[in-house]
C-alpha cells in the first residue's frame, strides 16, 4: 500500500472528538428548548425548562408606599440594649434544609433551628421580583426599596441614612464583620452611599474615611471583578495609611487583633482561592467583635455577614453550601449563647436573598444519599427566613418586607426618626 493510501491513526480519535462535540451541541440545546434527563450508571444530568409568566408591574410610586409593620413602640421591656444582625448572603429555605440534613439528618441540629421567634421575608427590590444584594442590604439598612446594584440611594438622588450611620448619631457602639470584602453589596449597603455597587474604588474611599468603631473585612483581591479595578487595588494596597488618617487601627492579621483599641479596621487576606473567604473562621472573629462591642458605653447595633454561602450558590457547589452554612451556623451558636448570657441582646439571623433555587429531591435512609437539585445559579424571588432570639424577638413574626428589619431594629434600640433622609 502507498503511504498516500496508508491508515491515519488521528482519524478514530478525530471522529471520537467530533461525536463528542456533536452530542454536547444536542445537549446544550436540549437545554435550551425542553427539559432533559441522561442516565448512564451513578451519573444523572438533569435540566429544567424555564417559562414566563405575567405578574402585575408596580406603578408609579407603589414601592414608597411598602406596607409597613405597626409603627407603634415596643413595650419597654422588649427593648435590647444591643442589637447583632447576622446575614447569610444567598442562604434561602433550600440551603437551609439541605445543609440541616446533609450535616444532622433529617431531623435536623442548626443553631438557627431553636429560635423561639421566626418569620418569613419578601425580598423584592425597586424593580425586579428577584432582587440582589444591593437593593436587599440597602432595604435592610435604609427602610427604603431600591432598584437593583443600587448602594443606598434612592433613584431620584436622595441619600437615606443607614441603621449604621443612625446608631453611631444616637451614640451607640457600631461594627460590622463580612467574610467578603468591606466594598462588596452587603455592608457596603449599611455603610455609604453608591449609584452603583460596581462603583467599587468609591465605594471602599468613602469606607477609608468612615469612622464606624469595628470594620473587618477581607482585601477582596479574589473577586474577579473587583480585582480588575485598579483604582480600588491601589486603595487596598495603601488600606493602612488612608485608614490610619481617618483614625483607625488597622489590622492586617488577625493575630493582631487582641489587644487592639478601638476603632479598628481589619483587613484579612484571602483564605484559600475563595473569593468571598477572609480571615479565619467567622466564629473567630464573631467573638472578637462582640467582646469588643460589649465593652464599648451605650449599647450597640453589630451586623455580620457570610458572603460563601451565596457564591457557592453560584456555584451549584452543594459541598460548598453545606460547609458555609455549618462555619455560619457556628457563628450564630456563639453569638446566641453570647446573647443569653447577658440576657440584653437581641440576635436576628436571616438572607438577604435565595441563590440558586436548591431543593433536596431525595434522601434514602438505608444508603445516606441526599440529591438536590438548582433551579438556576443565579437569585431567585423566593421569600428568605428570618430567625429571632432575645428580647424585643416578638416584633419578628409573620410575613414582613426586608424594608421593615432596620426600622423595627432603629425603634427598639430607641433610635428615633428612622428611617431618614440626608439632608
Not at 433550600?94 to 442548626?110: F, K, R, T, V
Not at 455603610?191 to 455597587?197: G, I, M, T
Request: aromatic share 6%; net charge negative; charged share 20%.
Amino acid at each position: 500500500m502507498s503511504p498516500r493510501h496508508a491508515a491515519d491513526p488521528s482519524r478514530p480519535l478525530i471522529r471520537i472528538l467530533l461525536t463528542l462535540v456533536f452530542v454536547l451541541a444536542a445537549v446544550l440545546l436540549a437545554a435550551r428548548f425542553a427539559p432533559w434527563e441522561i442516565a448512564g450508571g451513578n451519573l444523572v444530568l438533569r435540566a429544567q425548562q424555564g417559562m414566563t409568566v405575567e405578574f402585575p408591574t408596580p406603578t408609579d410610586g407603589l414601592l414608597d408606599e411598602v406596607r409597613r409593620r405597626d409603627d407603634s413602640a415596643p413595650a419597654e421591656e422588649l427593648r435590647p440594649q444591643n442589637v447583632i444582625l447576622m446575614i447569610g448572603d444567598g442562604m434561602g429555605f433550600g440551603q437551609l434544609s439541605a445543609a440541616s440534613a446533609i450535616l444532622h439528618g433529617p431531623a435536623g441540629a442548626l443553631a438557627l433551628e431553636s429560635a423561639p421567634v421566626a418569620c418569613l421575608v419578601r425580598t423584592y427590590a425597586g424593580d425586579n421580583l428577584a432582587t440582589d444584594s444591593a437593593a436587599a442590604s440597602t432595604a435592610m439598612a435604609t427602610g427604603h426599596k431600591v432598584p437593583k446594584t443600587a448602594i443606598s440611594m434612592l433613584p431620584d438622588g436622595r441619600v437615606p441614612a443607614t441603621l449604621m450611620e443612625a446608631a453611631e448619631t444616637a451614640g451607640l457602639a457600631t461594627g460590622l464583620l463580612t467574610t467578603s470584602g468591606l466594598a462588596d453589596a452587603t455592608p457596603a449597603g449599611f455603610l455609604v452611599h453608591a449609584e452603583d455597587r460596581y462603583e467599587y474604588a468609591e465605594i471602599f474611599s468613602a469606607i477609608l474615611g468612615s469612622r464606624y468603631d469595628i470594620l473587618m473585612g477581607g482585601t477582596w483581591i479574589h473577586h474577579h471583578k473587583a480585582k480588575h479595578d485598579e483604582a480600588y487595588v491601589e486603595l487596598v494596597d495603601r488600606a493602612v495609611e488612608l485608614g490610619t488618617a481617618s483614625g483607625y487601627h488597622v489590622v492586617r492579621d488577625a493575630s493582631d487583633l487582641a489587644g487592639t483599641p478601638t476603632p479598628i479596621l481589619a483587613l484579612f487576606d484571602p483564605r484559600g482561592e475563595s473569593a468571598s473567604a477572609h480571615g479565619p473562621e467567622l466564629v473567630v472573629t464573631t467573638e472578637f467583635l462582640l467582646d469588643s462591642l460589649a465593652r464599648l458605653p451605650g449599647g450597640f447595633f453589630a451586623l455580620i455577614e457570610n458572603e460563601v454561602t451565596d457564591e457557592q450558590g453560584h456555584n451549584n457547589n452543594i459541598a460548598g453550601v453545606v460547609d458555609a452554612v455549618r462555619e455560619f451556623d457556628d457563628a450564630v451558636r456563639f453569638a446566641v449563647a453570647w446573647a443569653e448570657d447577658r440576657g440584653d441582646t437581641l440576635v436576628l439571623v436571616t438572607a438577604d436573598h435565595d441563590t440558586g433555587g436548591l431543593g433536596v429531591i431525595d434522601g434514602e435512609y438505608d444508603d445516606g444519599v441526599a440529591e438536590v437539585r438548582w433551579a438556576s445559579d443565579i437569585h431567585t424571588a423566593q421569600w428568605v427566613p428570618l430567625f429571632a432570639f432575645g428580647p424585643g424577638a416578638e416584633q419578628f413574626s409573620g410575613v414582613i418586607e426586608n424594608s421593615d428589619i432596620g426600622v423595627v431594629i432603629a425603634k427598639l434600640l430607641g433610635i428615633e426618626d428612622f428611617p431618614a433622609l440626608h439632608p
